[in-house]
């Protein structure tokens, strides 16, 4: 699989797609005001403490108070509240020996919330989820650290192996060897990534997370609540720590700055892929280039077309969000159960992205077209999880139901991206909205692939004069029309008329006989 990295710099900021084998399956905003990022450290206040909910709001700086659970206070909470009080006020010149602390008890997972947050004291917080909505950002005292190899989490001396490393001796050499590098009263969580590597790539990459924490130290010195103690890395470098493989084979940017911060961030962590990294120069706008904008356009809609002629519908409410598998006019075979079965796989395969794209999270239900076979009910479950294994956001399927529904959860983590995939209608100066002009294309165009291999031959398509307009610019070998004609080695003329809607179009055989769809 071939993964790019592409990142578009924009007045409102930075906008990033992840590309695997040239489809969009994630799409990324960094606004150039944004705070409460996930993984950013503050110092924070605890401002009321609610029992009945066994939680906390604390001031970090947001207009609503954040959100603290005892679930997500860490079995070392009273270390982290006695380490944040010393901090603050310690006067040692370079900062105190954190391998001298004395970690407290752990808290017990029953346990109250004002039994550890009594006081309302000042405490050092992670952000956990971003605002949403009306929210306020919820946070954790789990307090972890992030390198691409390993992740440190202070307060612990436990060292921990990514079980999807699969060799037991290669997870045994891991943990051998963090044992031997880590340092006092820190835990080392070792990732995937870390497979195969050497003892001086995972000490290097252990050594600046440890110097990080000596910068948090630092930074909490003298300091008053609410306070930012650590960002986390920009959206681009966090992508690049937590993605960057041999699968990667090209990071695309238009930002001179940007080019420049992340090749210098490859150099260092990855010298060997510092060319994968470009400068785009090219007068067309980097998302059109490399055919992004018009993906973004044709998967964010209420209706989602697949290639077969099936179609997904995609609602969304308060509690959760509904998704609904349509055939259209997909058929692989004679046999219903076949096609259901072959439509079900491919929108399976959709969803999977649309989650990712979109960031779906919370509780998605699925209403996949209706099968009676349970090899074939079992077959869906396990490509679904064999298509979302890539999602990095924590998941889970459940098998579908008696009423055919497939349930999933899905964490979420910063709000939902929606993006408006309508224009303004010229017809009507717009009172109302259709649908984009690239999807108008795509609808075409599967209509188009459908009539001929359903033996048609010598098709007319009569639409709007301004969808003729747009269908046949360019050169004779350039325009749309042209291309279509390439590719289904058919003749194929384009007419205008007047009295058409701008998003309606029909088609005609040679015979000028209009063919219903």
Not at 22 to 36: G, I, P, S, Y
Not at 149 to 168: E, G, W, Y
Not at 248 to 273: C, G, L, S
Not at 358 to 378: E, S, T, Y
Request: glycine share 6%.
């Amino acid at each position: 699989m071939n993964k790019e990295l592409i990142i578009n710099a924009a007045t409102h900021g930075v906008d990033i797609a992840l590309l695997e084998d040239k489809k969009l399956v994630e799409l990324h905003t960094e606004k150039n005001d944004a705070r409460f990022a996930v993984g950013d450290l503050y110092l924070g206040k605890v401002k009321k403490l609610i029992p009945g909910l066994n939680a906390a709001f604390v001031d970090v700086g947001f207009e609503k108070d954040a959100f603290l659970h005892y679930t997500d206070l860490s079995p070392y909470a009273r270390s982290l509240l006695k380490f944040t009080q010393m901090a603050i006020s310690d006067k040692t010149p370079g900062g105190m020996d954190f391998s001298q602390f004395q970690v407290e008890a752990e808290i017990i997972k029953t346990g109250k919330i004002n039994e550890v947050l009594n006081g309302k004291p000042n405490i050092l917080v992670q952000i956990l989820k971003e605002p949403i909505a009306a929210k306020g950002p919820r946070l954790s005292c789990e307090i972890s650290l992030p390198g691409r190899f390993v992740v440190l989490t202070p307060f612990n001396d436990i060292v921990a192996v990514s079980r999807k490393i699969h060799s037991s001796e290669e997870r045994k050499r891991l943990q051998r060897i963090v044992e031997s590098i880590k340092g006092k009263n820190f835990g080392v969580i070792v990732r995937t990534a870390a497979e195969g590597k050497n003892t001086a790539e995972l000490h290097e990459d252990l050594t600046e997370l440890q110097n990080t924490w000596k910068v948090i130290q630092q930074n909490l010195h003298g300091a008053n609540p609410p306070h930012k103690i650590l960002s986390e890395q920009t959206k681009t470098t966090s992508m690049l720590r937590d993605l960057l493989n041999a699968d990667f084979n090209k990071i695309v940017v238009n930002d001179k700055t940007i080019y420049a911060d992340a090749k210098a961030y490859i150099q260092r962590i990855a010298p060997e892929k510092a060319e994968i990294v470009q400068l785009h120069n090219n007068p067309l706008p980097i998302f059109d280039q490399y055919g992004i904008t018009k993906q973004v356009k044709g998967s964010f809609g209420k209706t989602v077309n697949l290639n077969s002629g099936a179609y997904l519908i995609i609602e969304h409410t308060e509690a959760l969000h509904v998704i609904d598998v349509n055939s259209g006019y997909k058929s692989v075979s004679n046999n219903q159960e076949q096609n259901a079965l072959e439509t079900n796989l491919e929108a399976a395969e959709e969803i999977a992205r649309q989650l990712r794209l979109r960031d779906i999270g919370g509780i998605i239900v699925v209403d996949f077209i209706d099968m009676k076979l349970p090899d074939n009910k079992k077959k869906l479950m396990e490509a679904m999880e064999g298509f979302m294994r890539g999602d990095r956001a924590k998941h889970a399927v459940l098998p579908i139901s008696k009423f055919g529904l497939m349930q999933i959860t899905r964490q979420r983590m910063k709000p939902e991206m929606n993006i408006n995939t309508q224009e303004v209608c010229p017809s009507c100066n717009g009172t109302g909205k259709i649908s984009s002009t690239l999807i108008l294309e795509d609808e075409i165009e599967k209509n188009l692939g459908y009539l001929f291999t359903h033996k048609h031959s010598n098709l007319t398509i009569v639409v709007h004069p301004i969808v003729y307009a747009y269908l046949t610019k360019g050169w004779l070998w350039n325009s749309k029309v042209a291309k279509w004609k390439r590719k289904y080695k058919q003749a194929i003329t384009v007419k205008s008329d007047n009295n058409y809607m701008l998003t309606e179009f029909r088609f005609y055989d040679a015979n000028g006989e209009e063919i219903k769809m």
